[in-house]
């Protein structure tokens, strides 16, 4: 398995505010991905972060609202800008490992509330 | 498009007791991952189970199994001797390829009771 970790685990914000959202791995992993999930909804990926260049966004999800770093191999960091309610959710950061990459294990998740 | 389709948005079962979570999806890929995940109230996503599209045998890990049918592109949870601690959402997944990328698409999940 893999240990992730995120800071922080929750927060209450206010709108027009950014939050910077860190993630942290235990070991080397390759891929890391950024995921949202919405109040009774089901998991979203925002974008695939990638080590030493540009993040690739999904449909619908934009760099200028959430910014992508990964600056090694085991750390990596969402930011989401210029908040408003909409954006409360859970965030989620997800590696795949193991020998055969087929695992897939995500970090405990921040939750955020924008007022 | 690929698609995960979980039609049982609650089920309840009784402790000690088996429960199957459906789970159908739609991809033209001939390779693809498909996963399970638990996700309790307190939001975290656990890793339950993974099968291949080329594996022969259904996943086993413990309690859970995978019962999976290519044929009719199903991939549903089977989880034996219920506990109480098995009550939360259930979260099916697929994601086209083997090796590349790691972009999941999840289902609406399933919210599972499990009753003393």
């Known amino acids: 398995s893999a240990v992730i970790s995120q800071k922080p685990s929750r927060d209450i914000c206010q709108r027009g505010t950014s939050l910077t959202i860190q993630c942290q791995v235990d070991?080397?992993?390759?891929?890391m991905f950024w995921y949202r999930q919405q109040p009774g909804q089901s998991l979203t990926l925002i974008a695939t972060?990638?080590?030493?260049?540009?993040?690739?966004?999904e449909s619908g999800f934009v760099i200028d609202k959430f910014p992508i770093s990964r600056p090694n191999l085991t750390f990596s960091t969402l930011t989401v800008s210029n908040m408003s309610p909409e954006d409360s959710s859970i965030y989620l950061c997800?590696?795949?490992?193991?020998?055969?990459?087929?695992?897939?294990?995500f970090g405990p998740g921040t939750r955020l509330t924008v007022l | 498009a690929q698609k995960i389709t979980q039609t049982q948005p609650g089920m309840f079962v009784q402790e000690k007791e088996a429960v199957t979570l459906d789970c159908t999806y739609d991809t033209s890929d001939q390779s693809y991952g498909l996963f399970w995940y638990k996700q309790p109230s307190s939001g975290e996503m656990i890793f339950l189970i993974y099968?291949?599209?080329?594996?022969?045998q259904n996943a086993t890990e413990g309690r859970y199994s995978l019962n999976f049918q290519k044929a009719r592109k199903s991939a549903n949870l089977v989880i034996s001797a219920s506990q109480l601690g098995d009550s939360a959402m259930y979260f099916c997944a697929m994601r086209e390829g083997y090796n590349q990328g790691g972009k999941l698409i999840f289902g609406q999940g399933t919210e599972l009771s499990v009753k003393p």
């Open positions: 099968q291949g599209s080329y594996d022969e």
């Open positions: 070991s080397q992993v390759t891929m």
């Open positions: 972060a990638n080590q030493g260049s540009e993040a690739t966004y």
């Open positions: 997800s590696v795949r490992k193991g020998a055969s990459y087929n695992e897939q294990f």
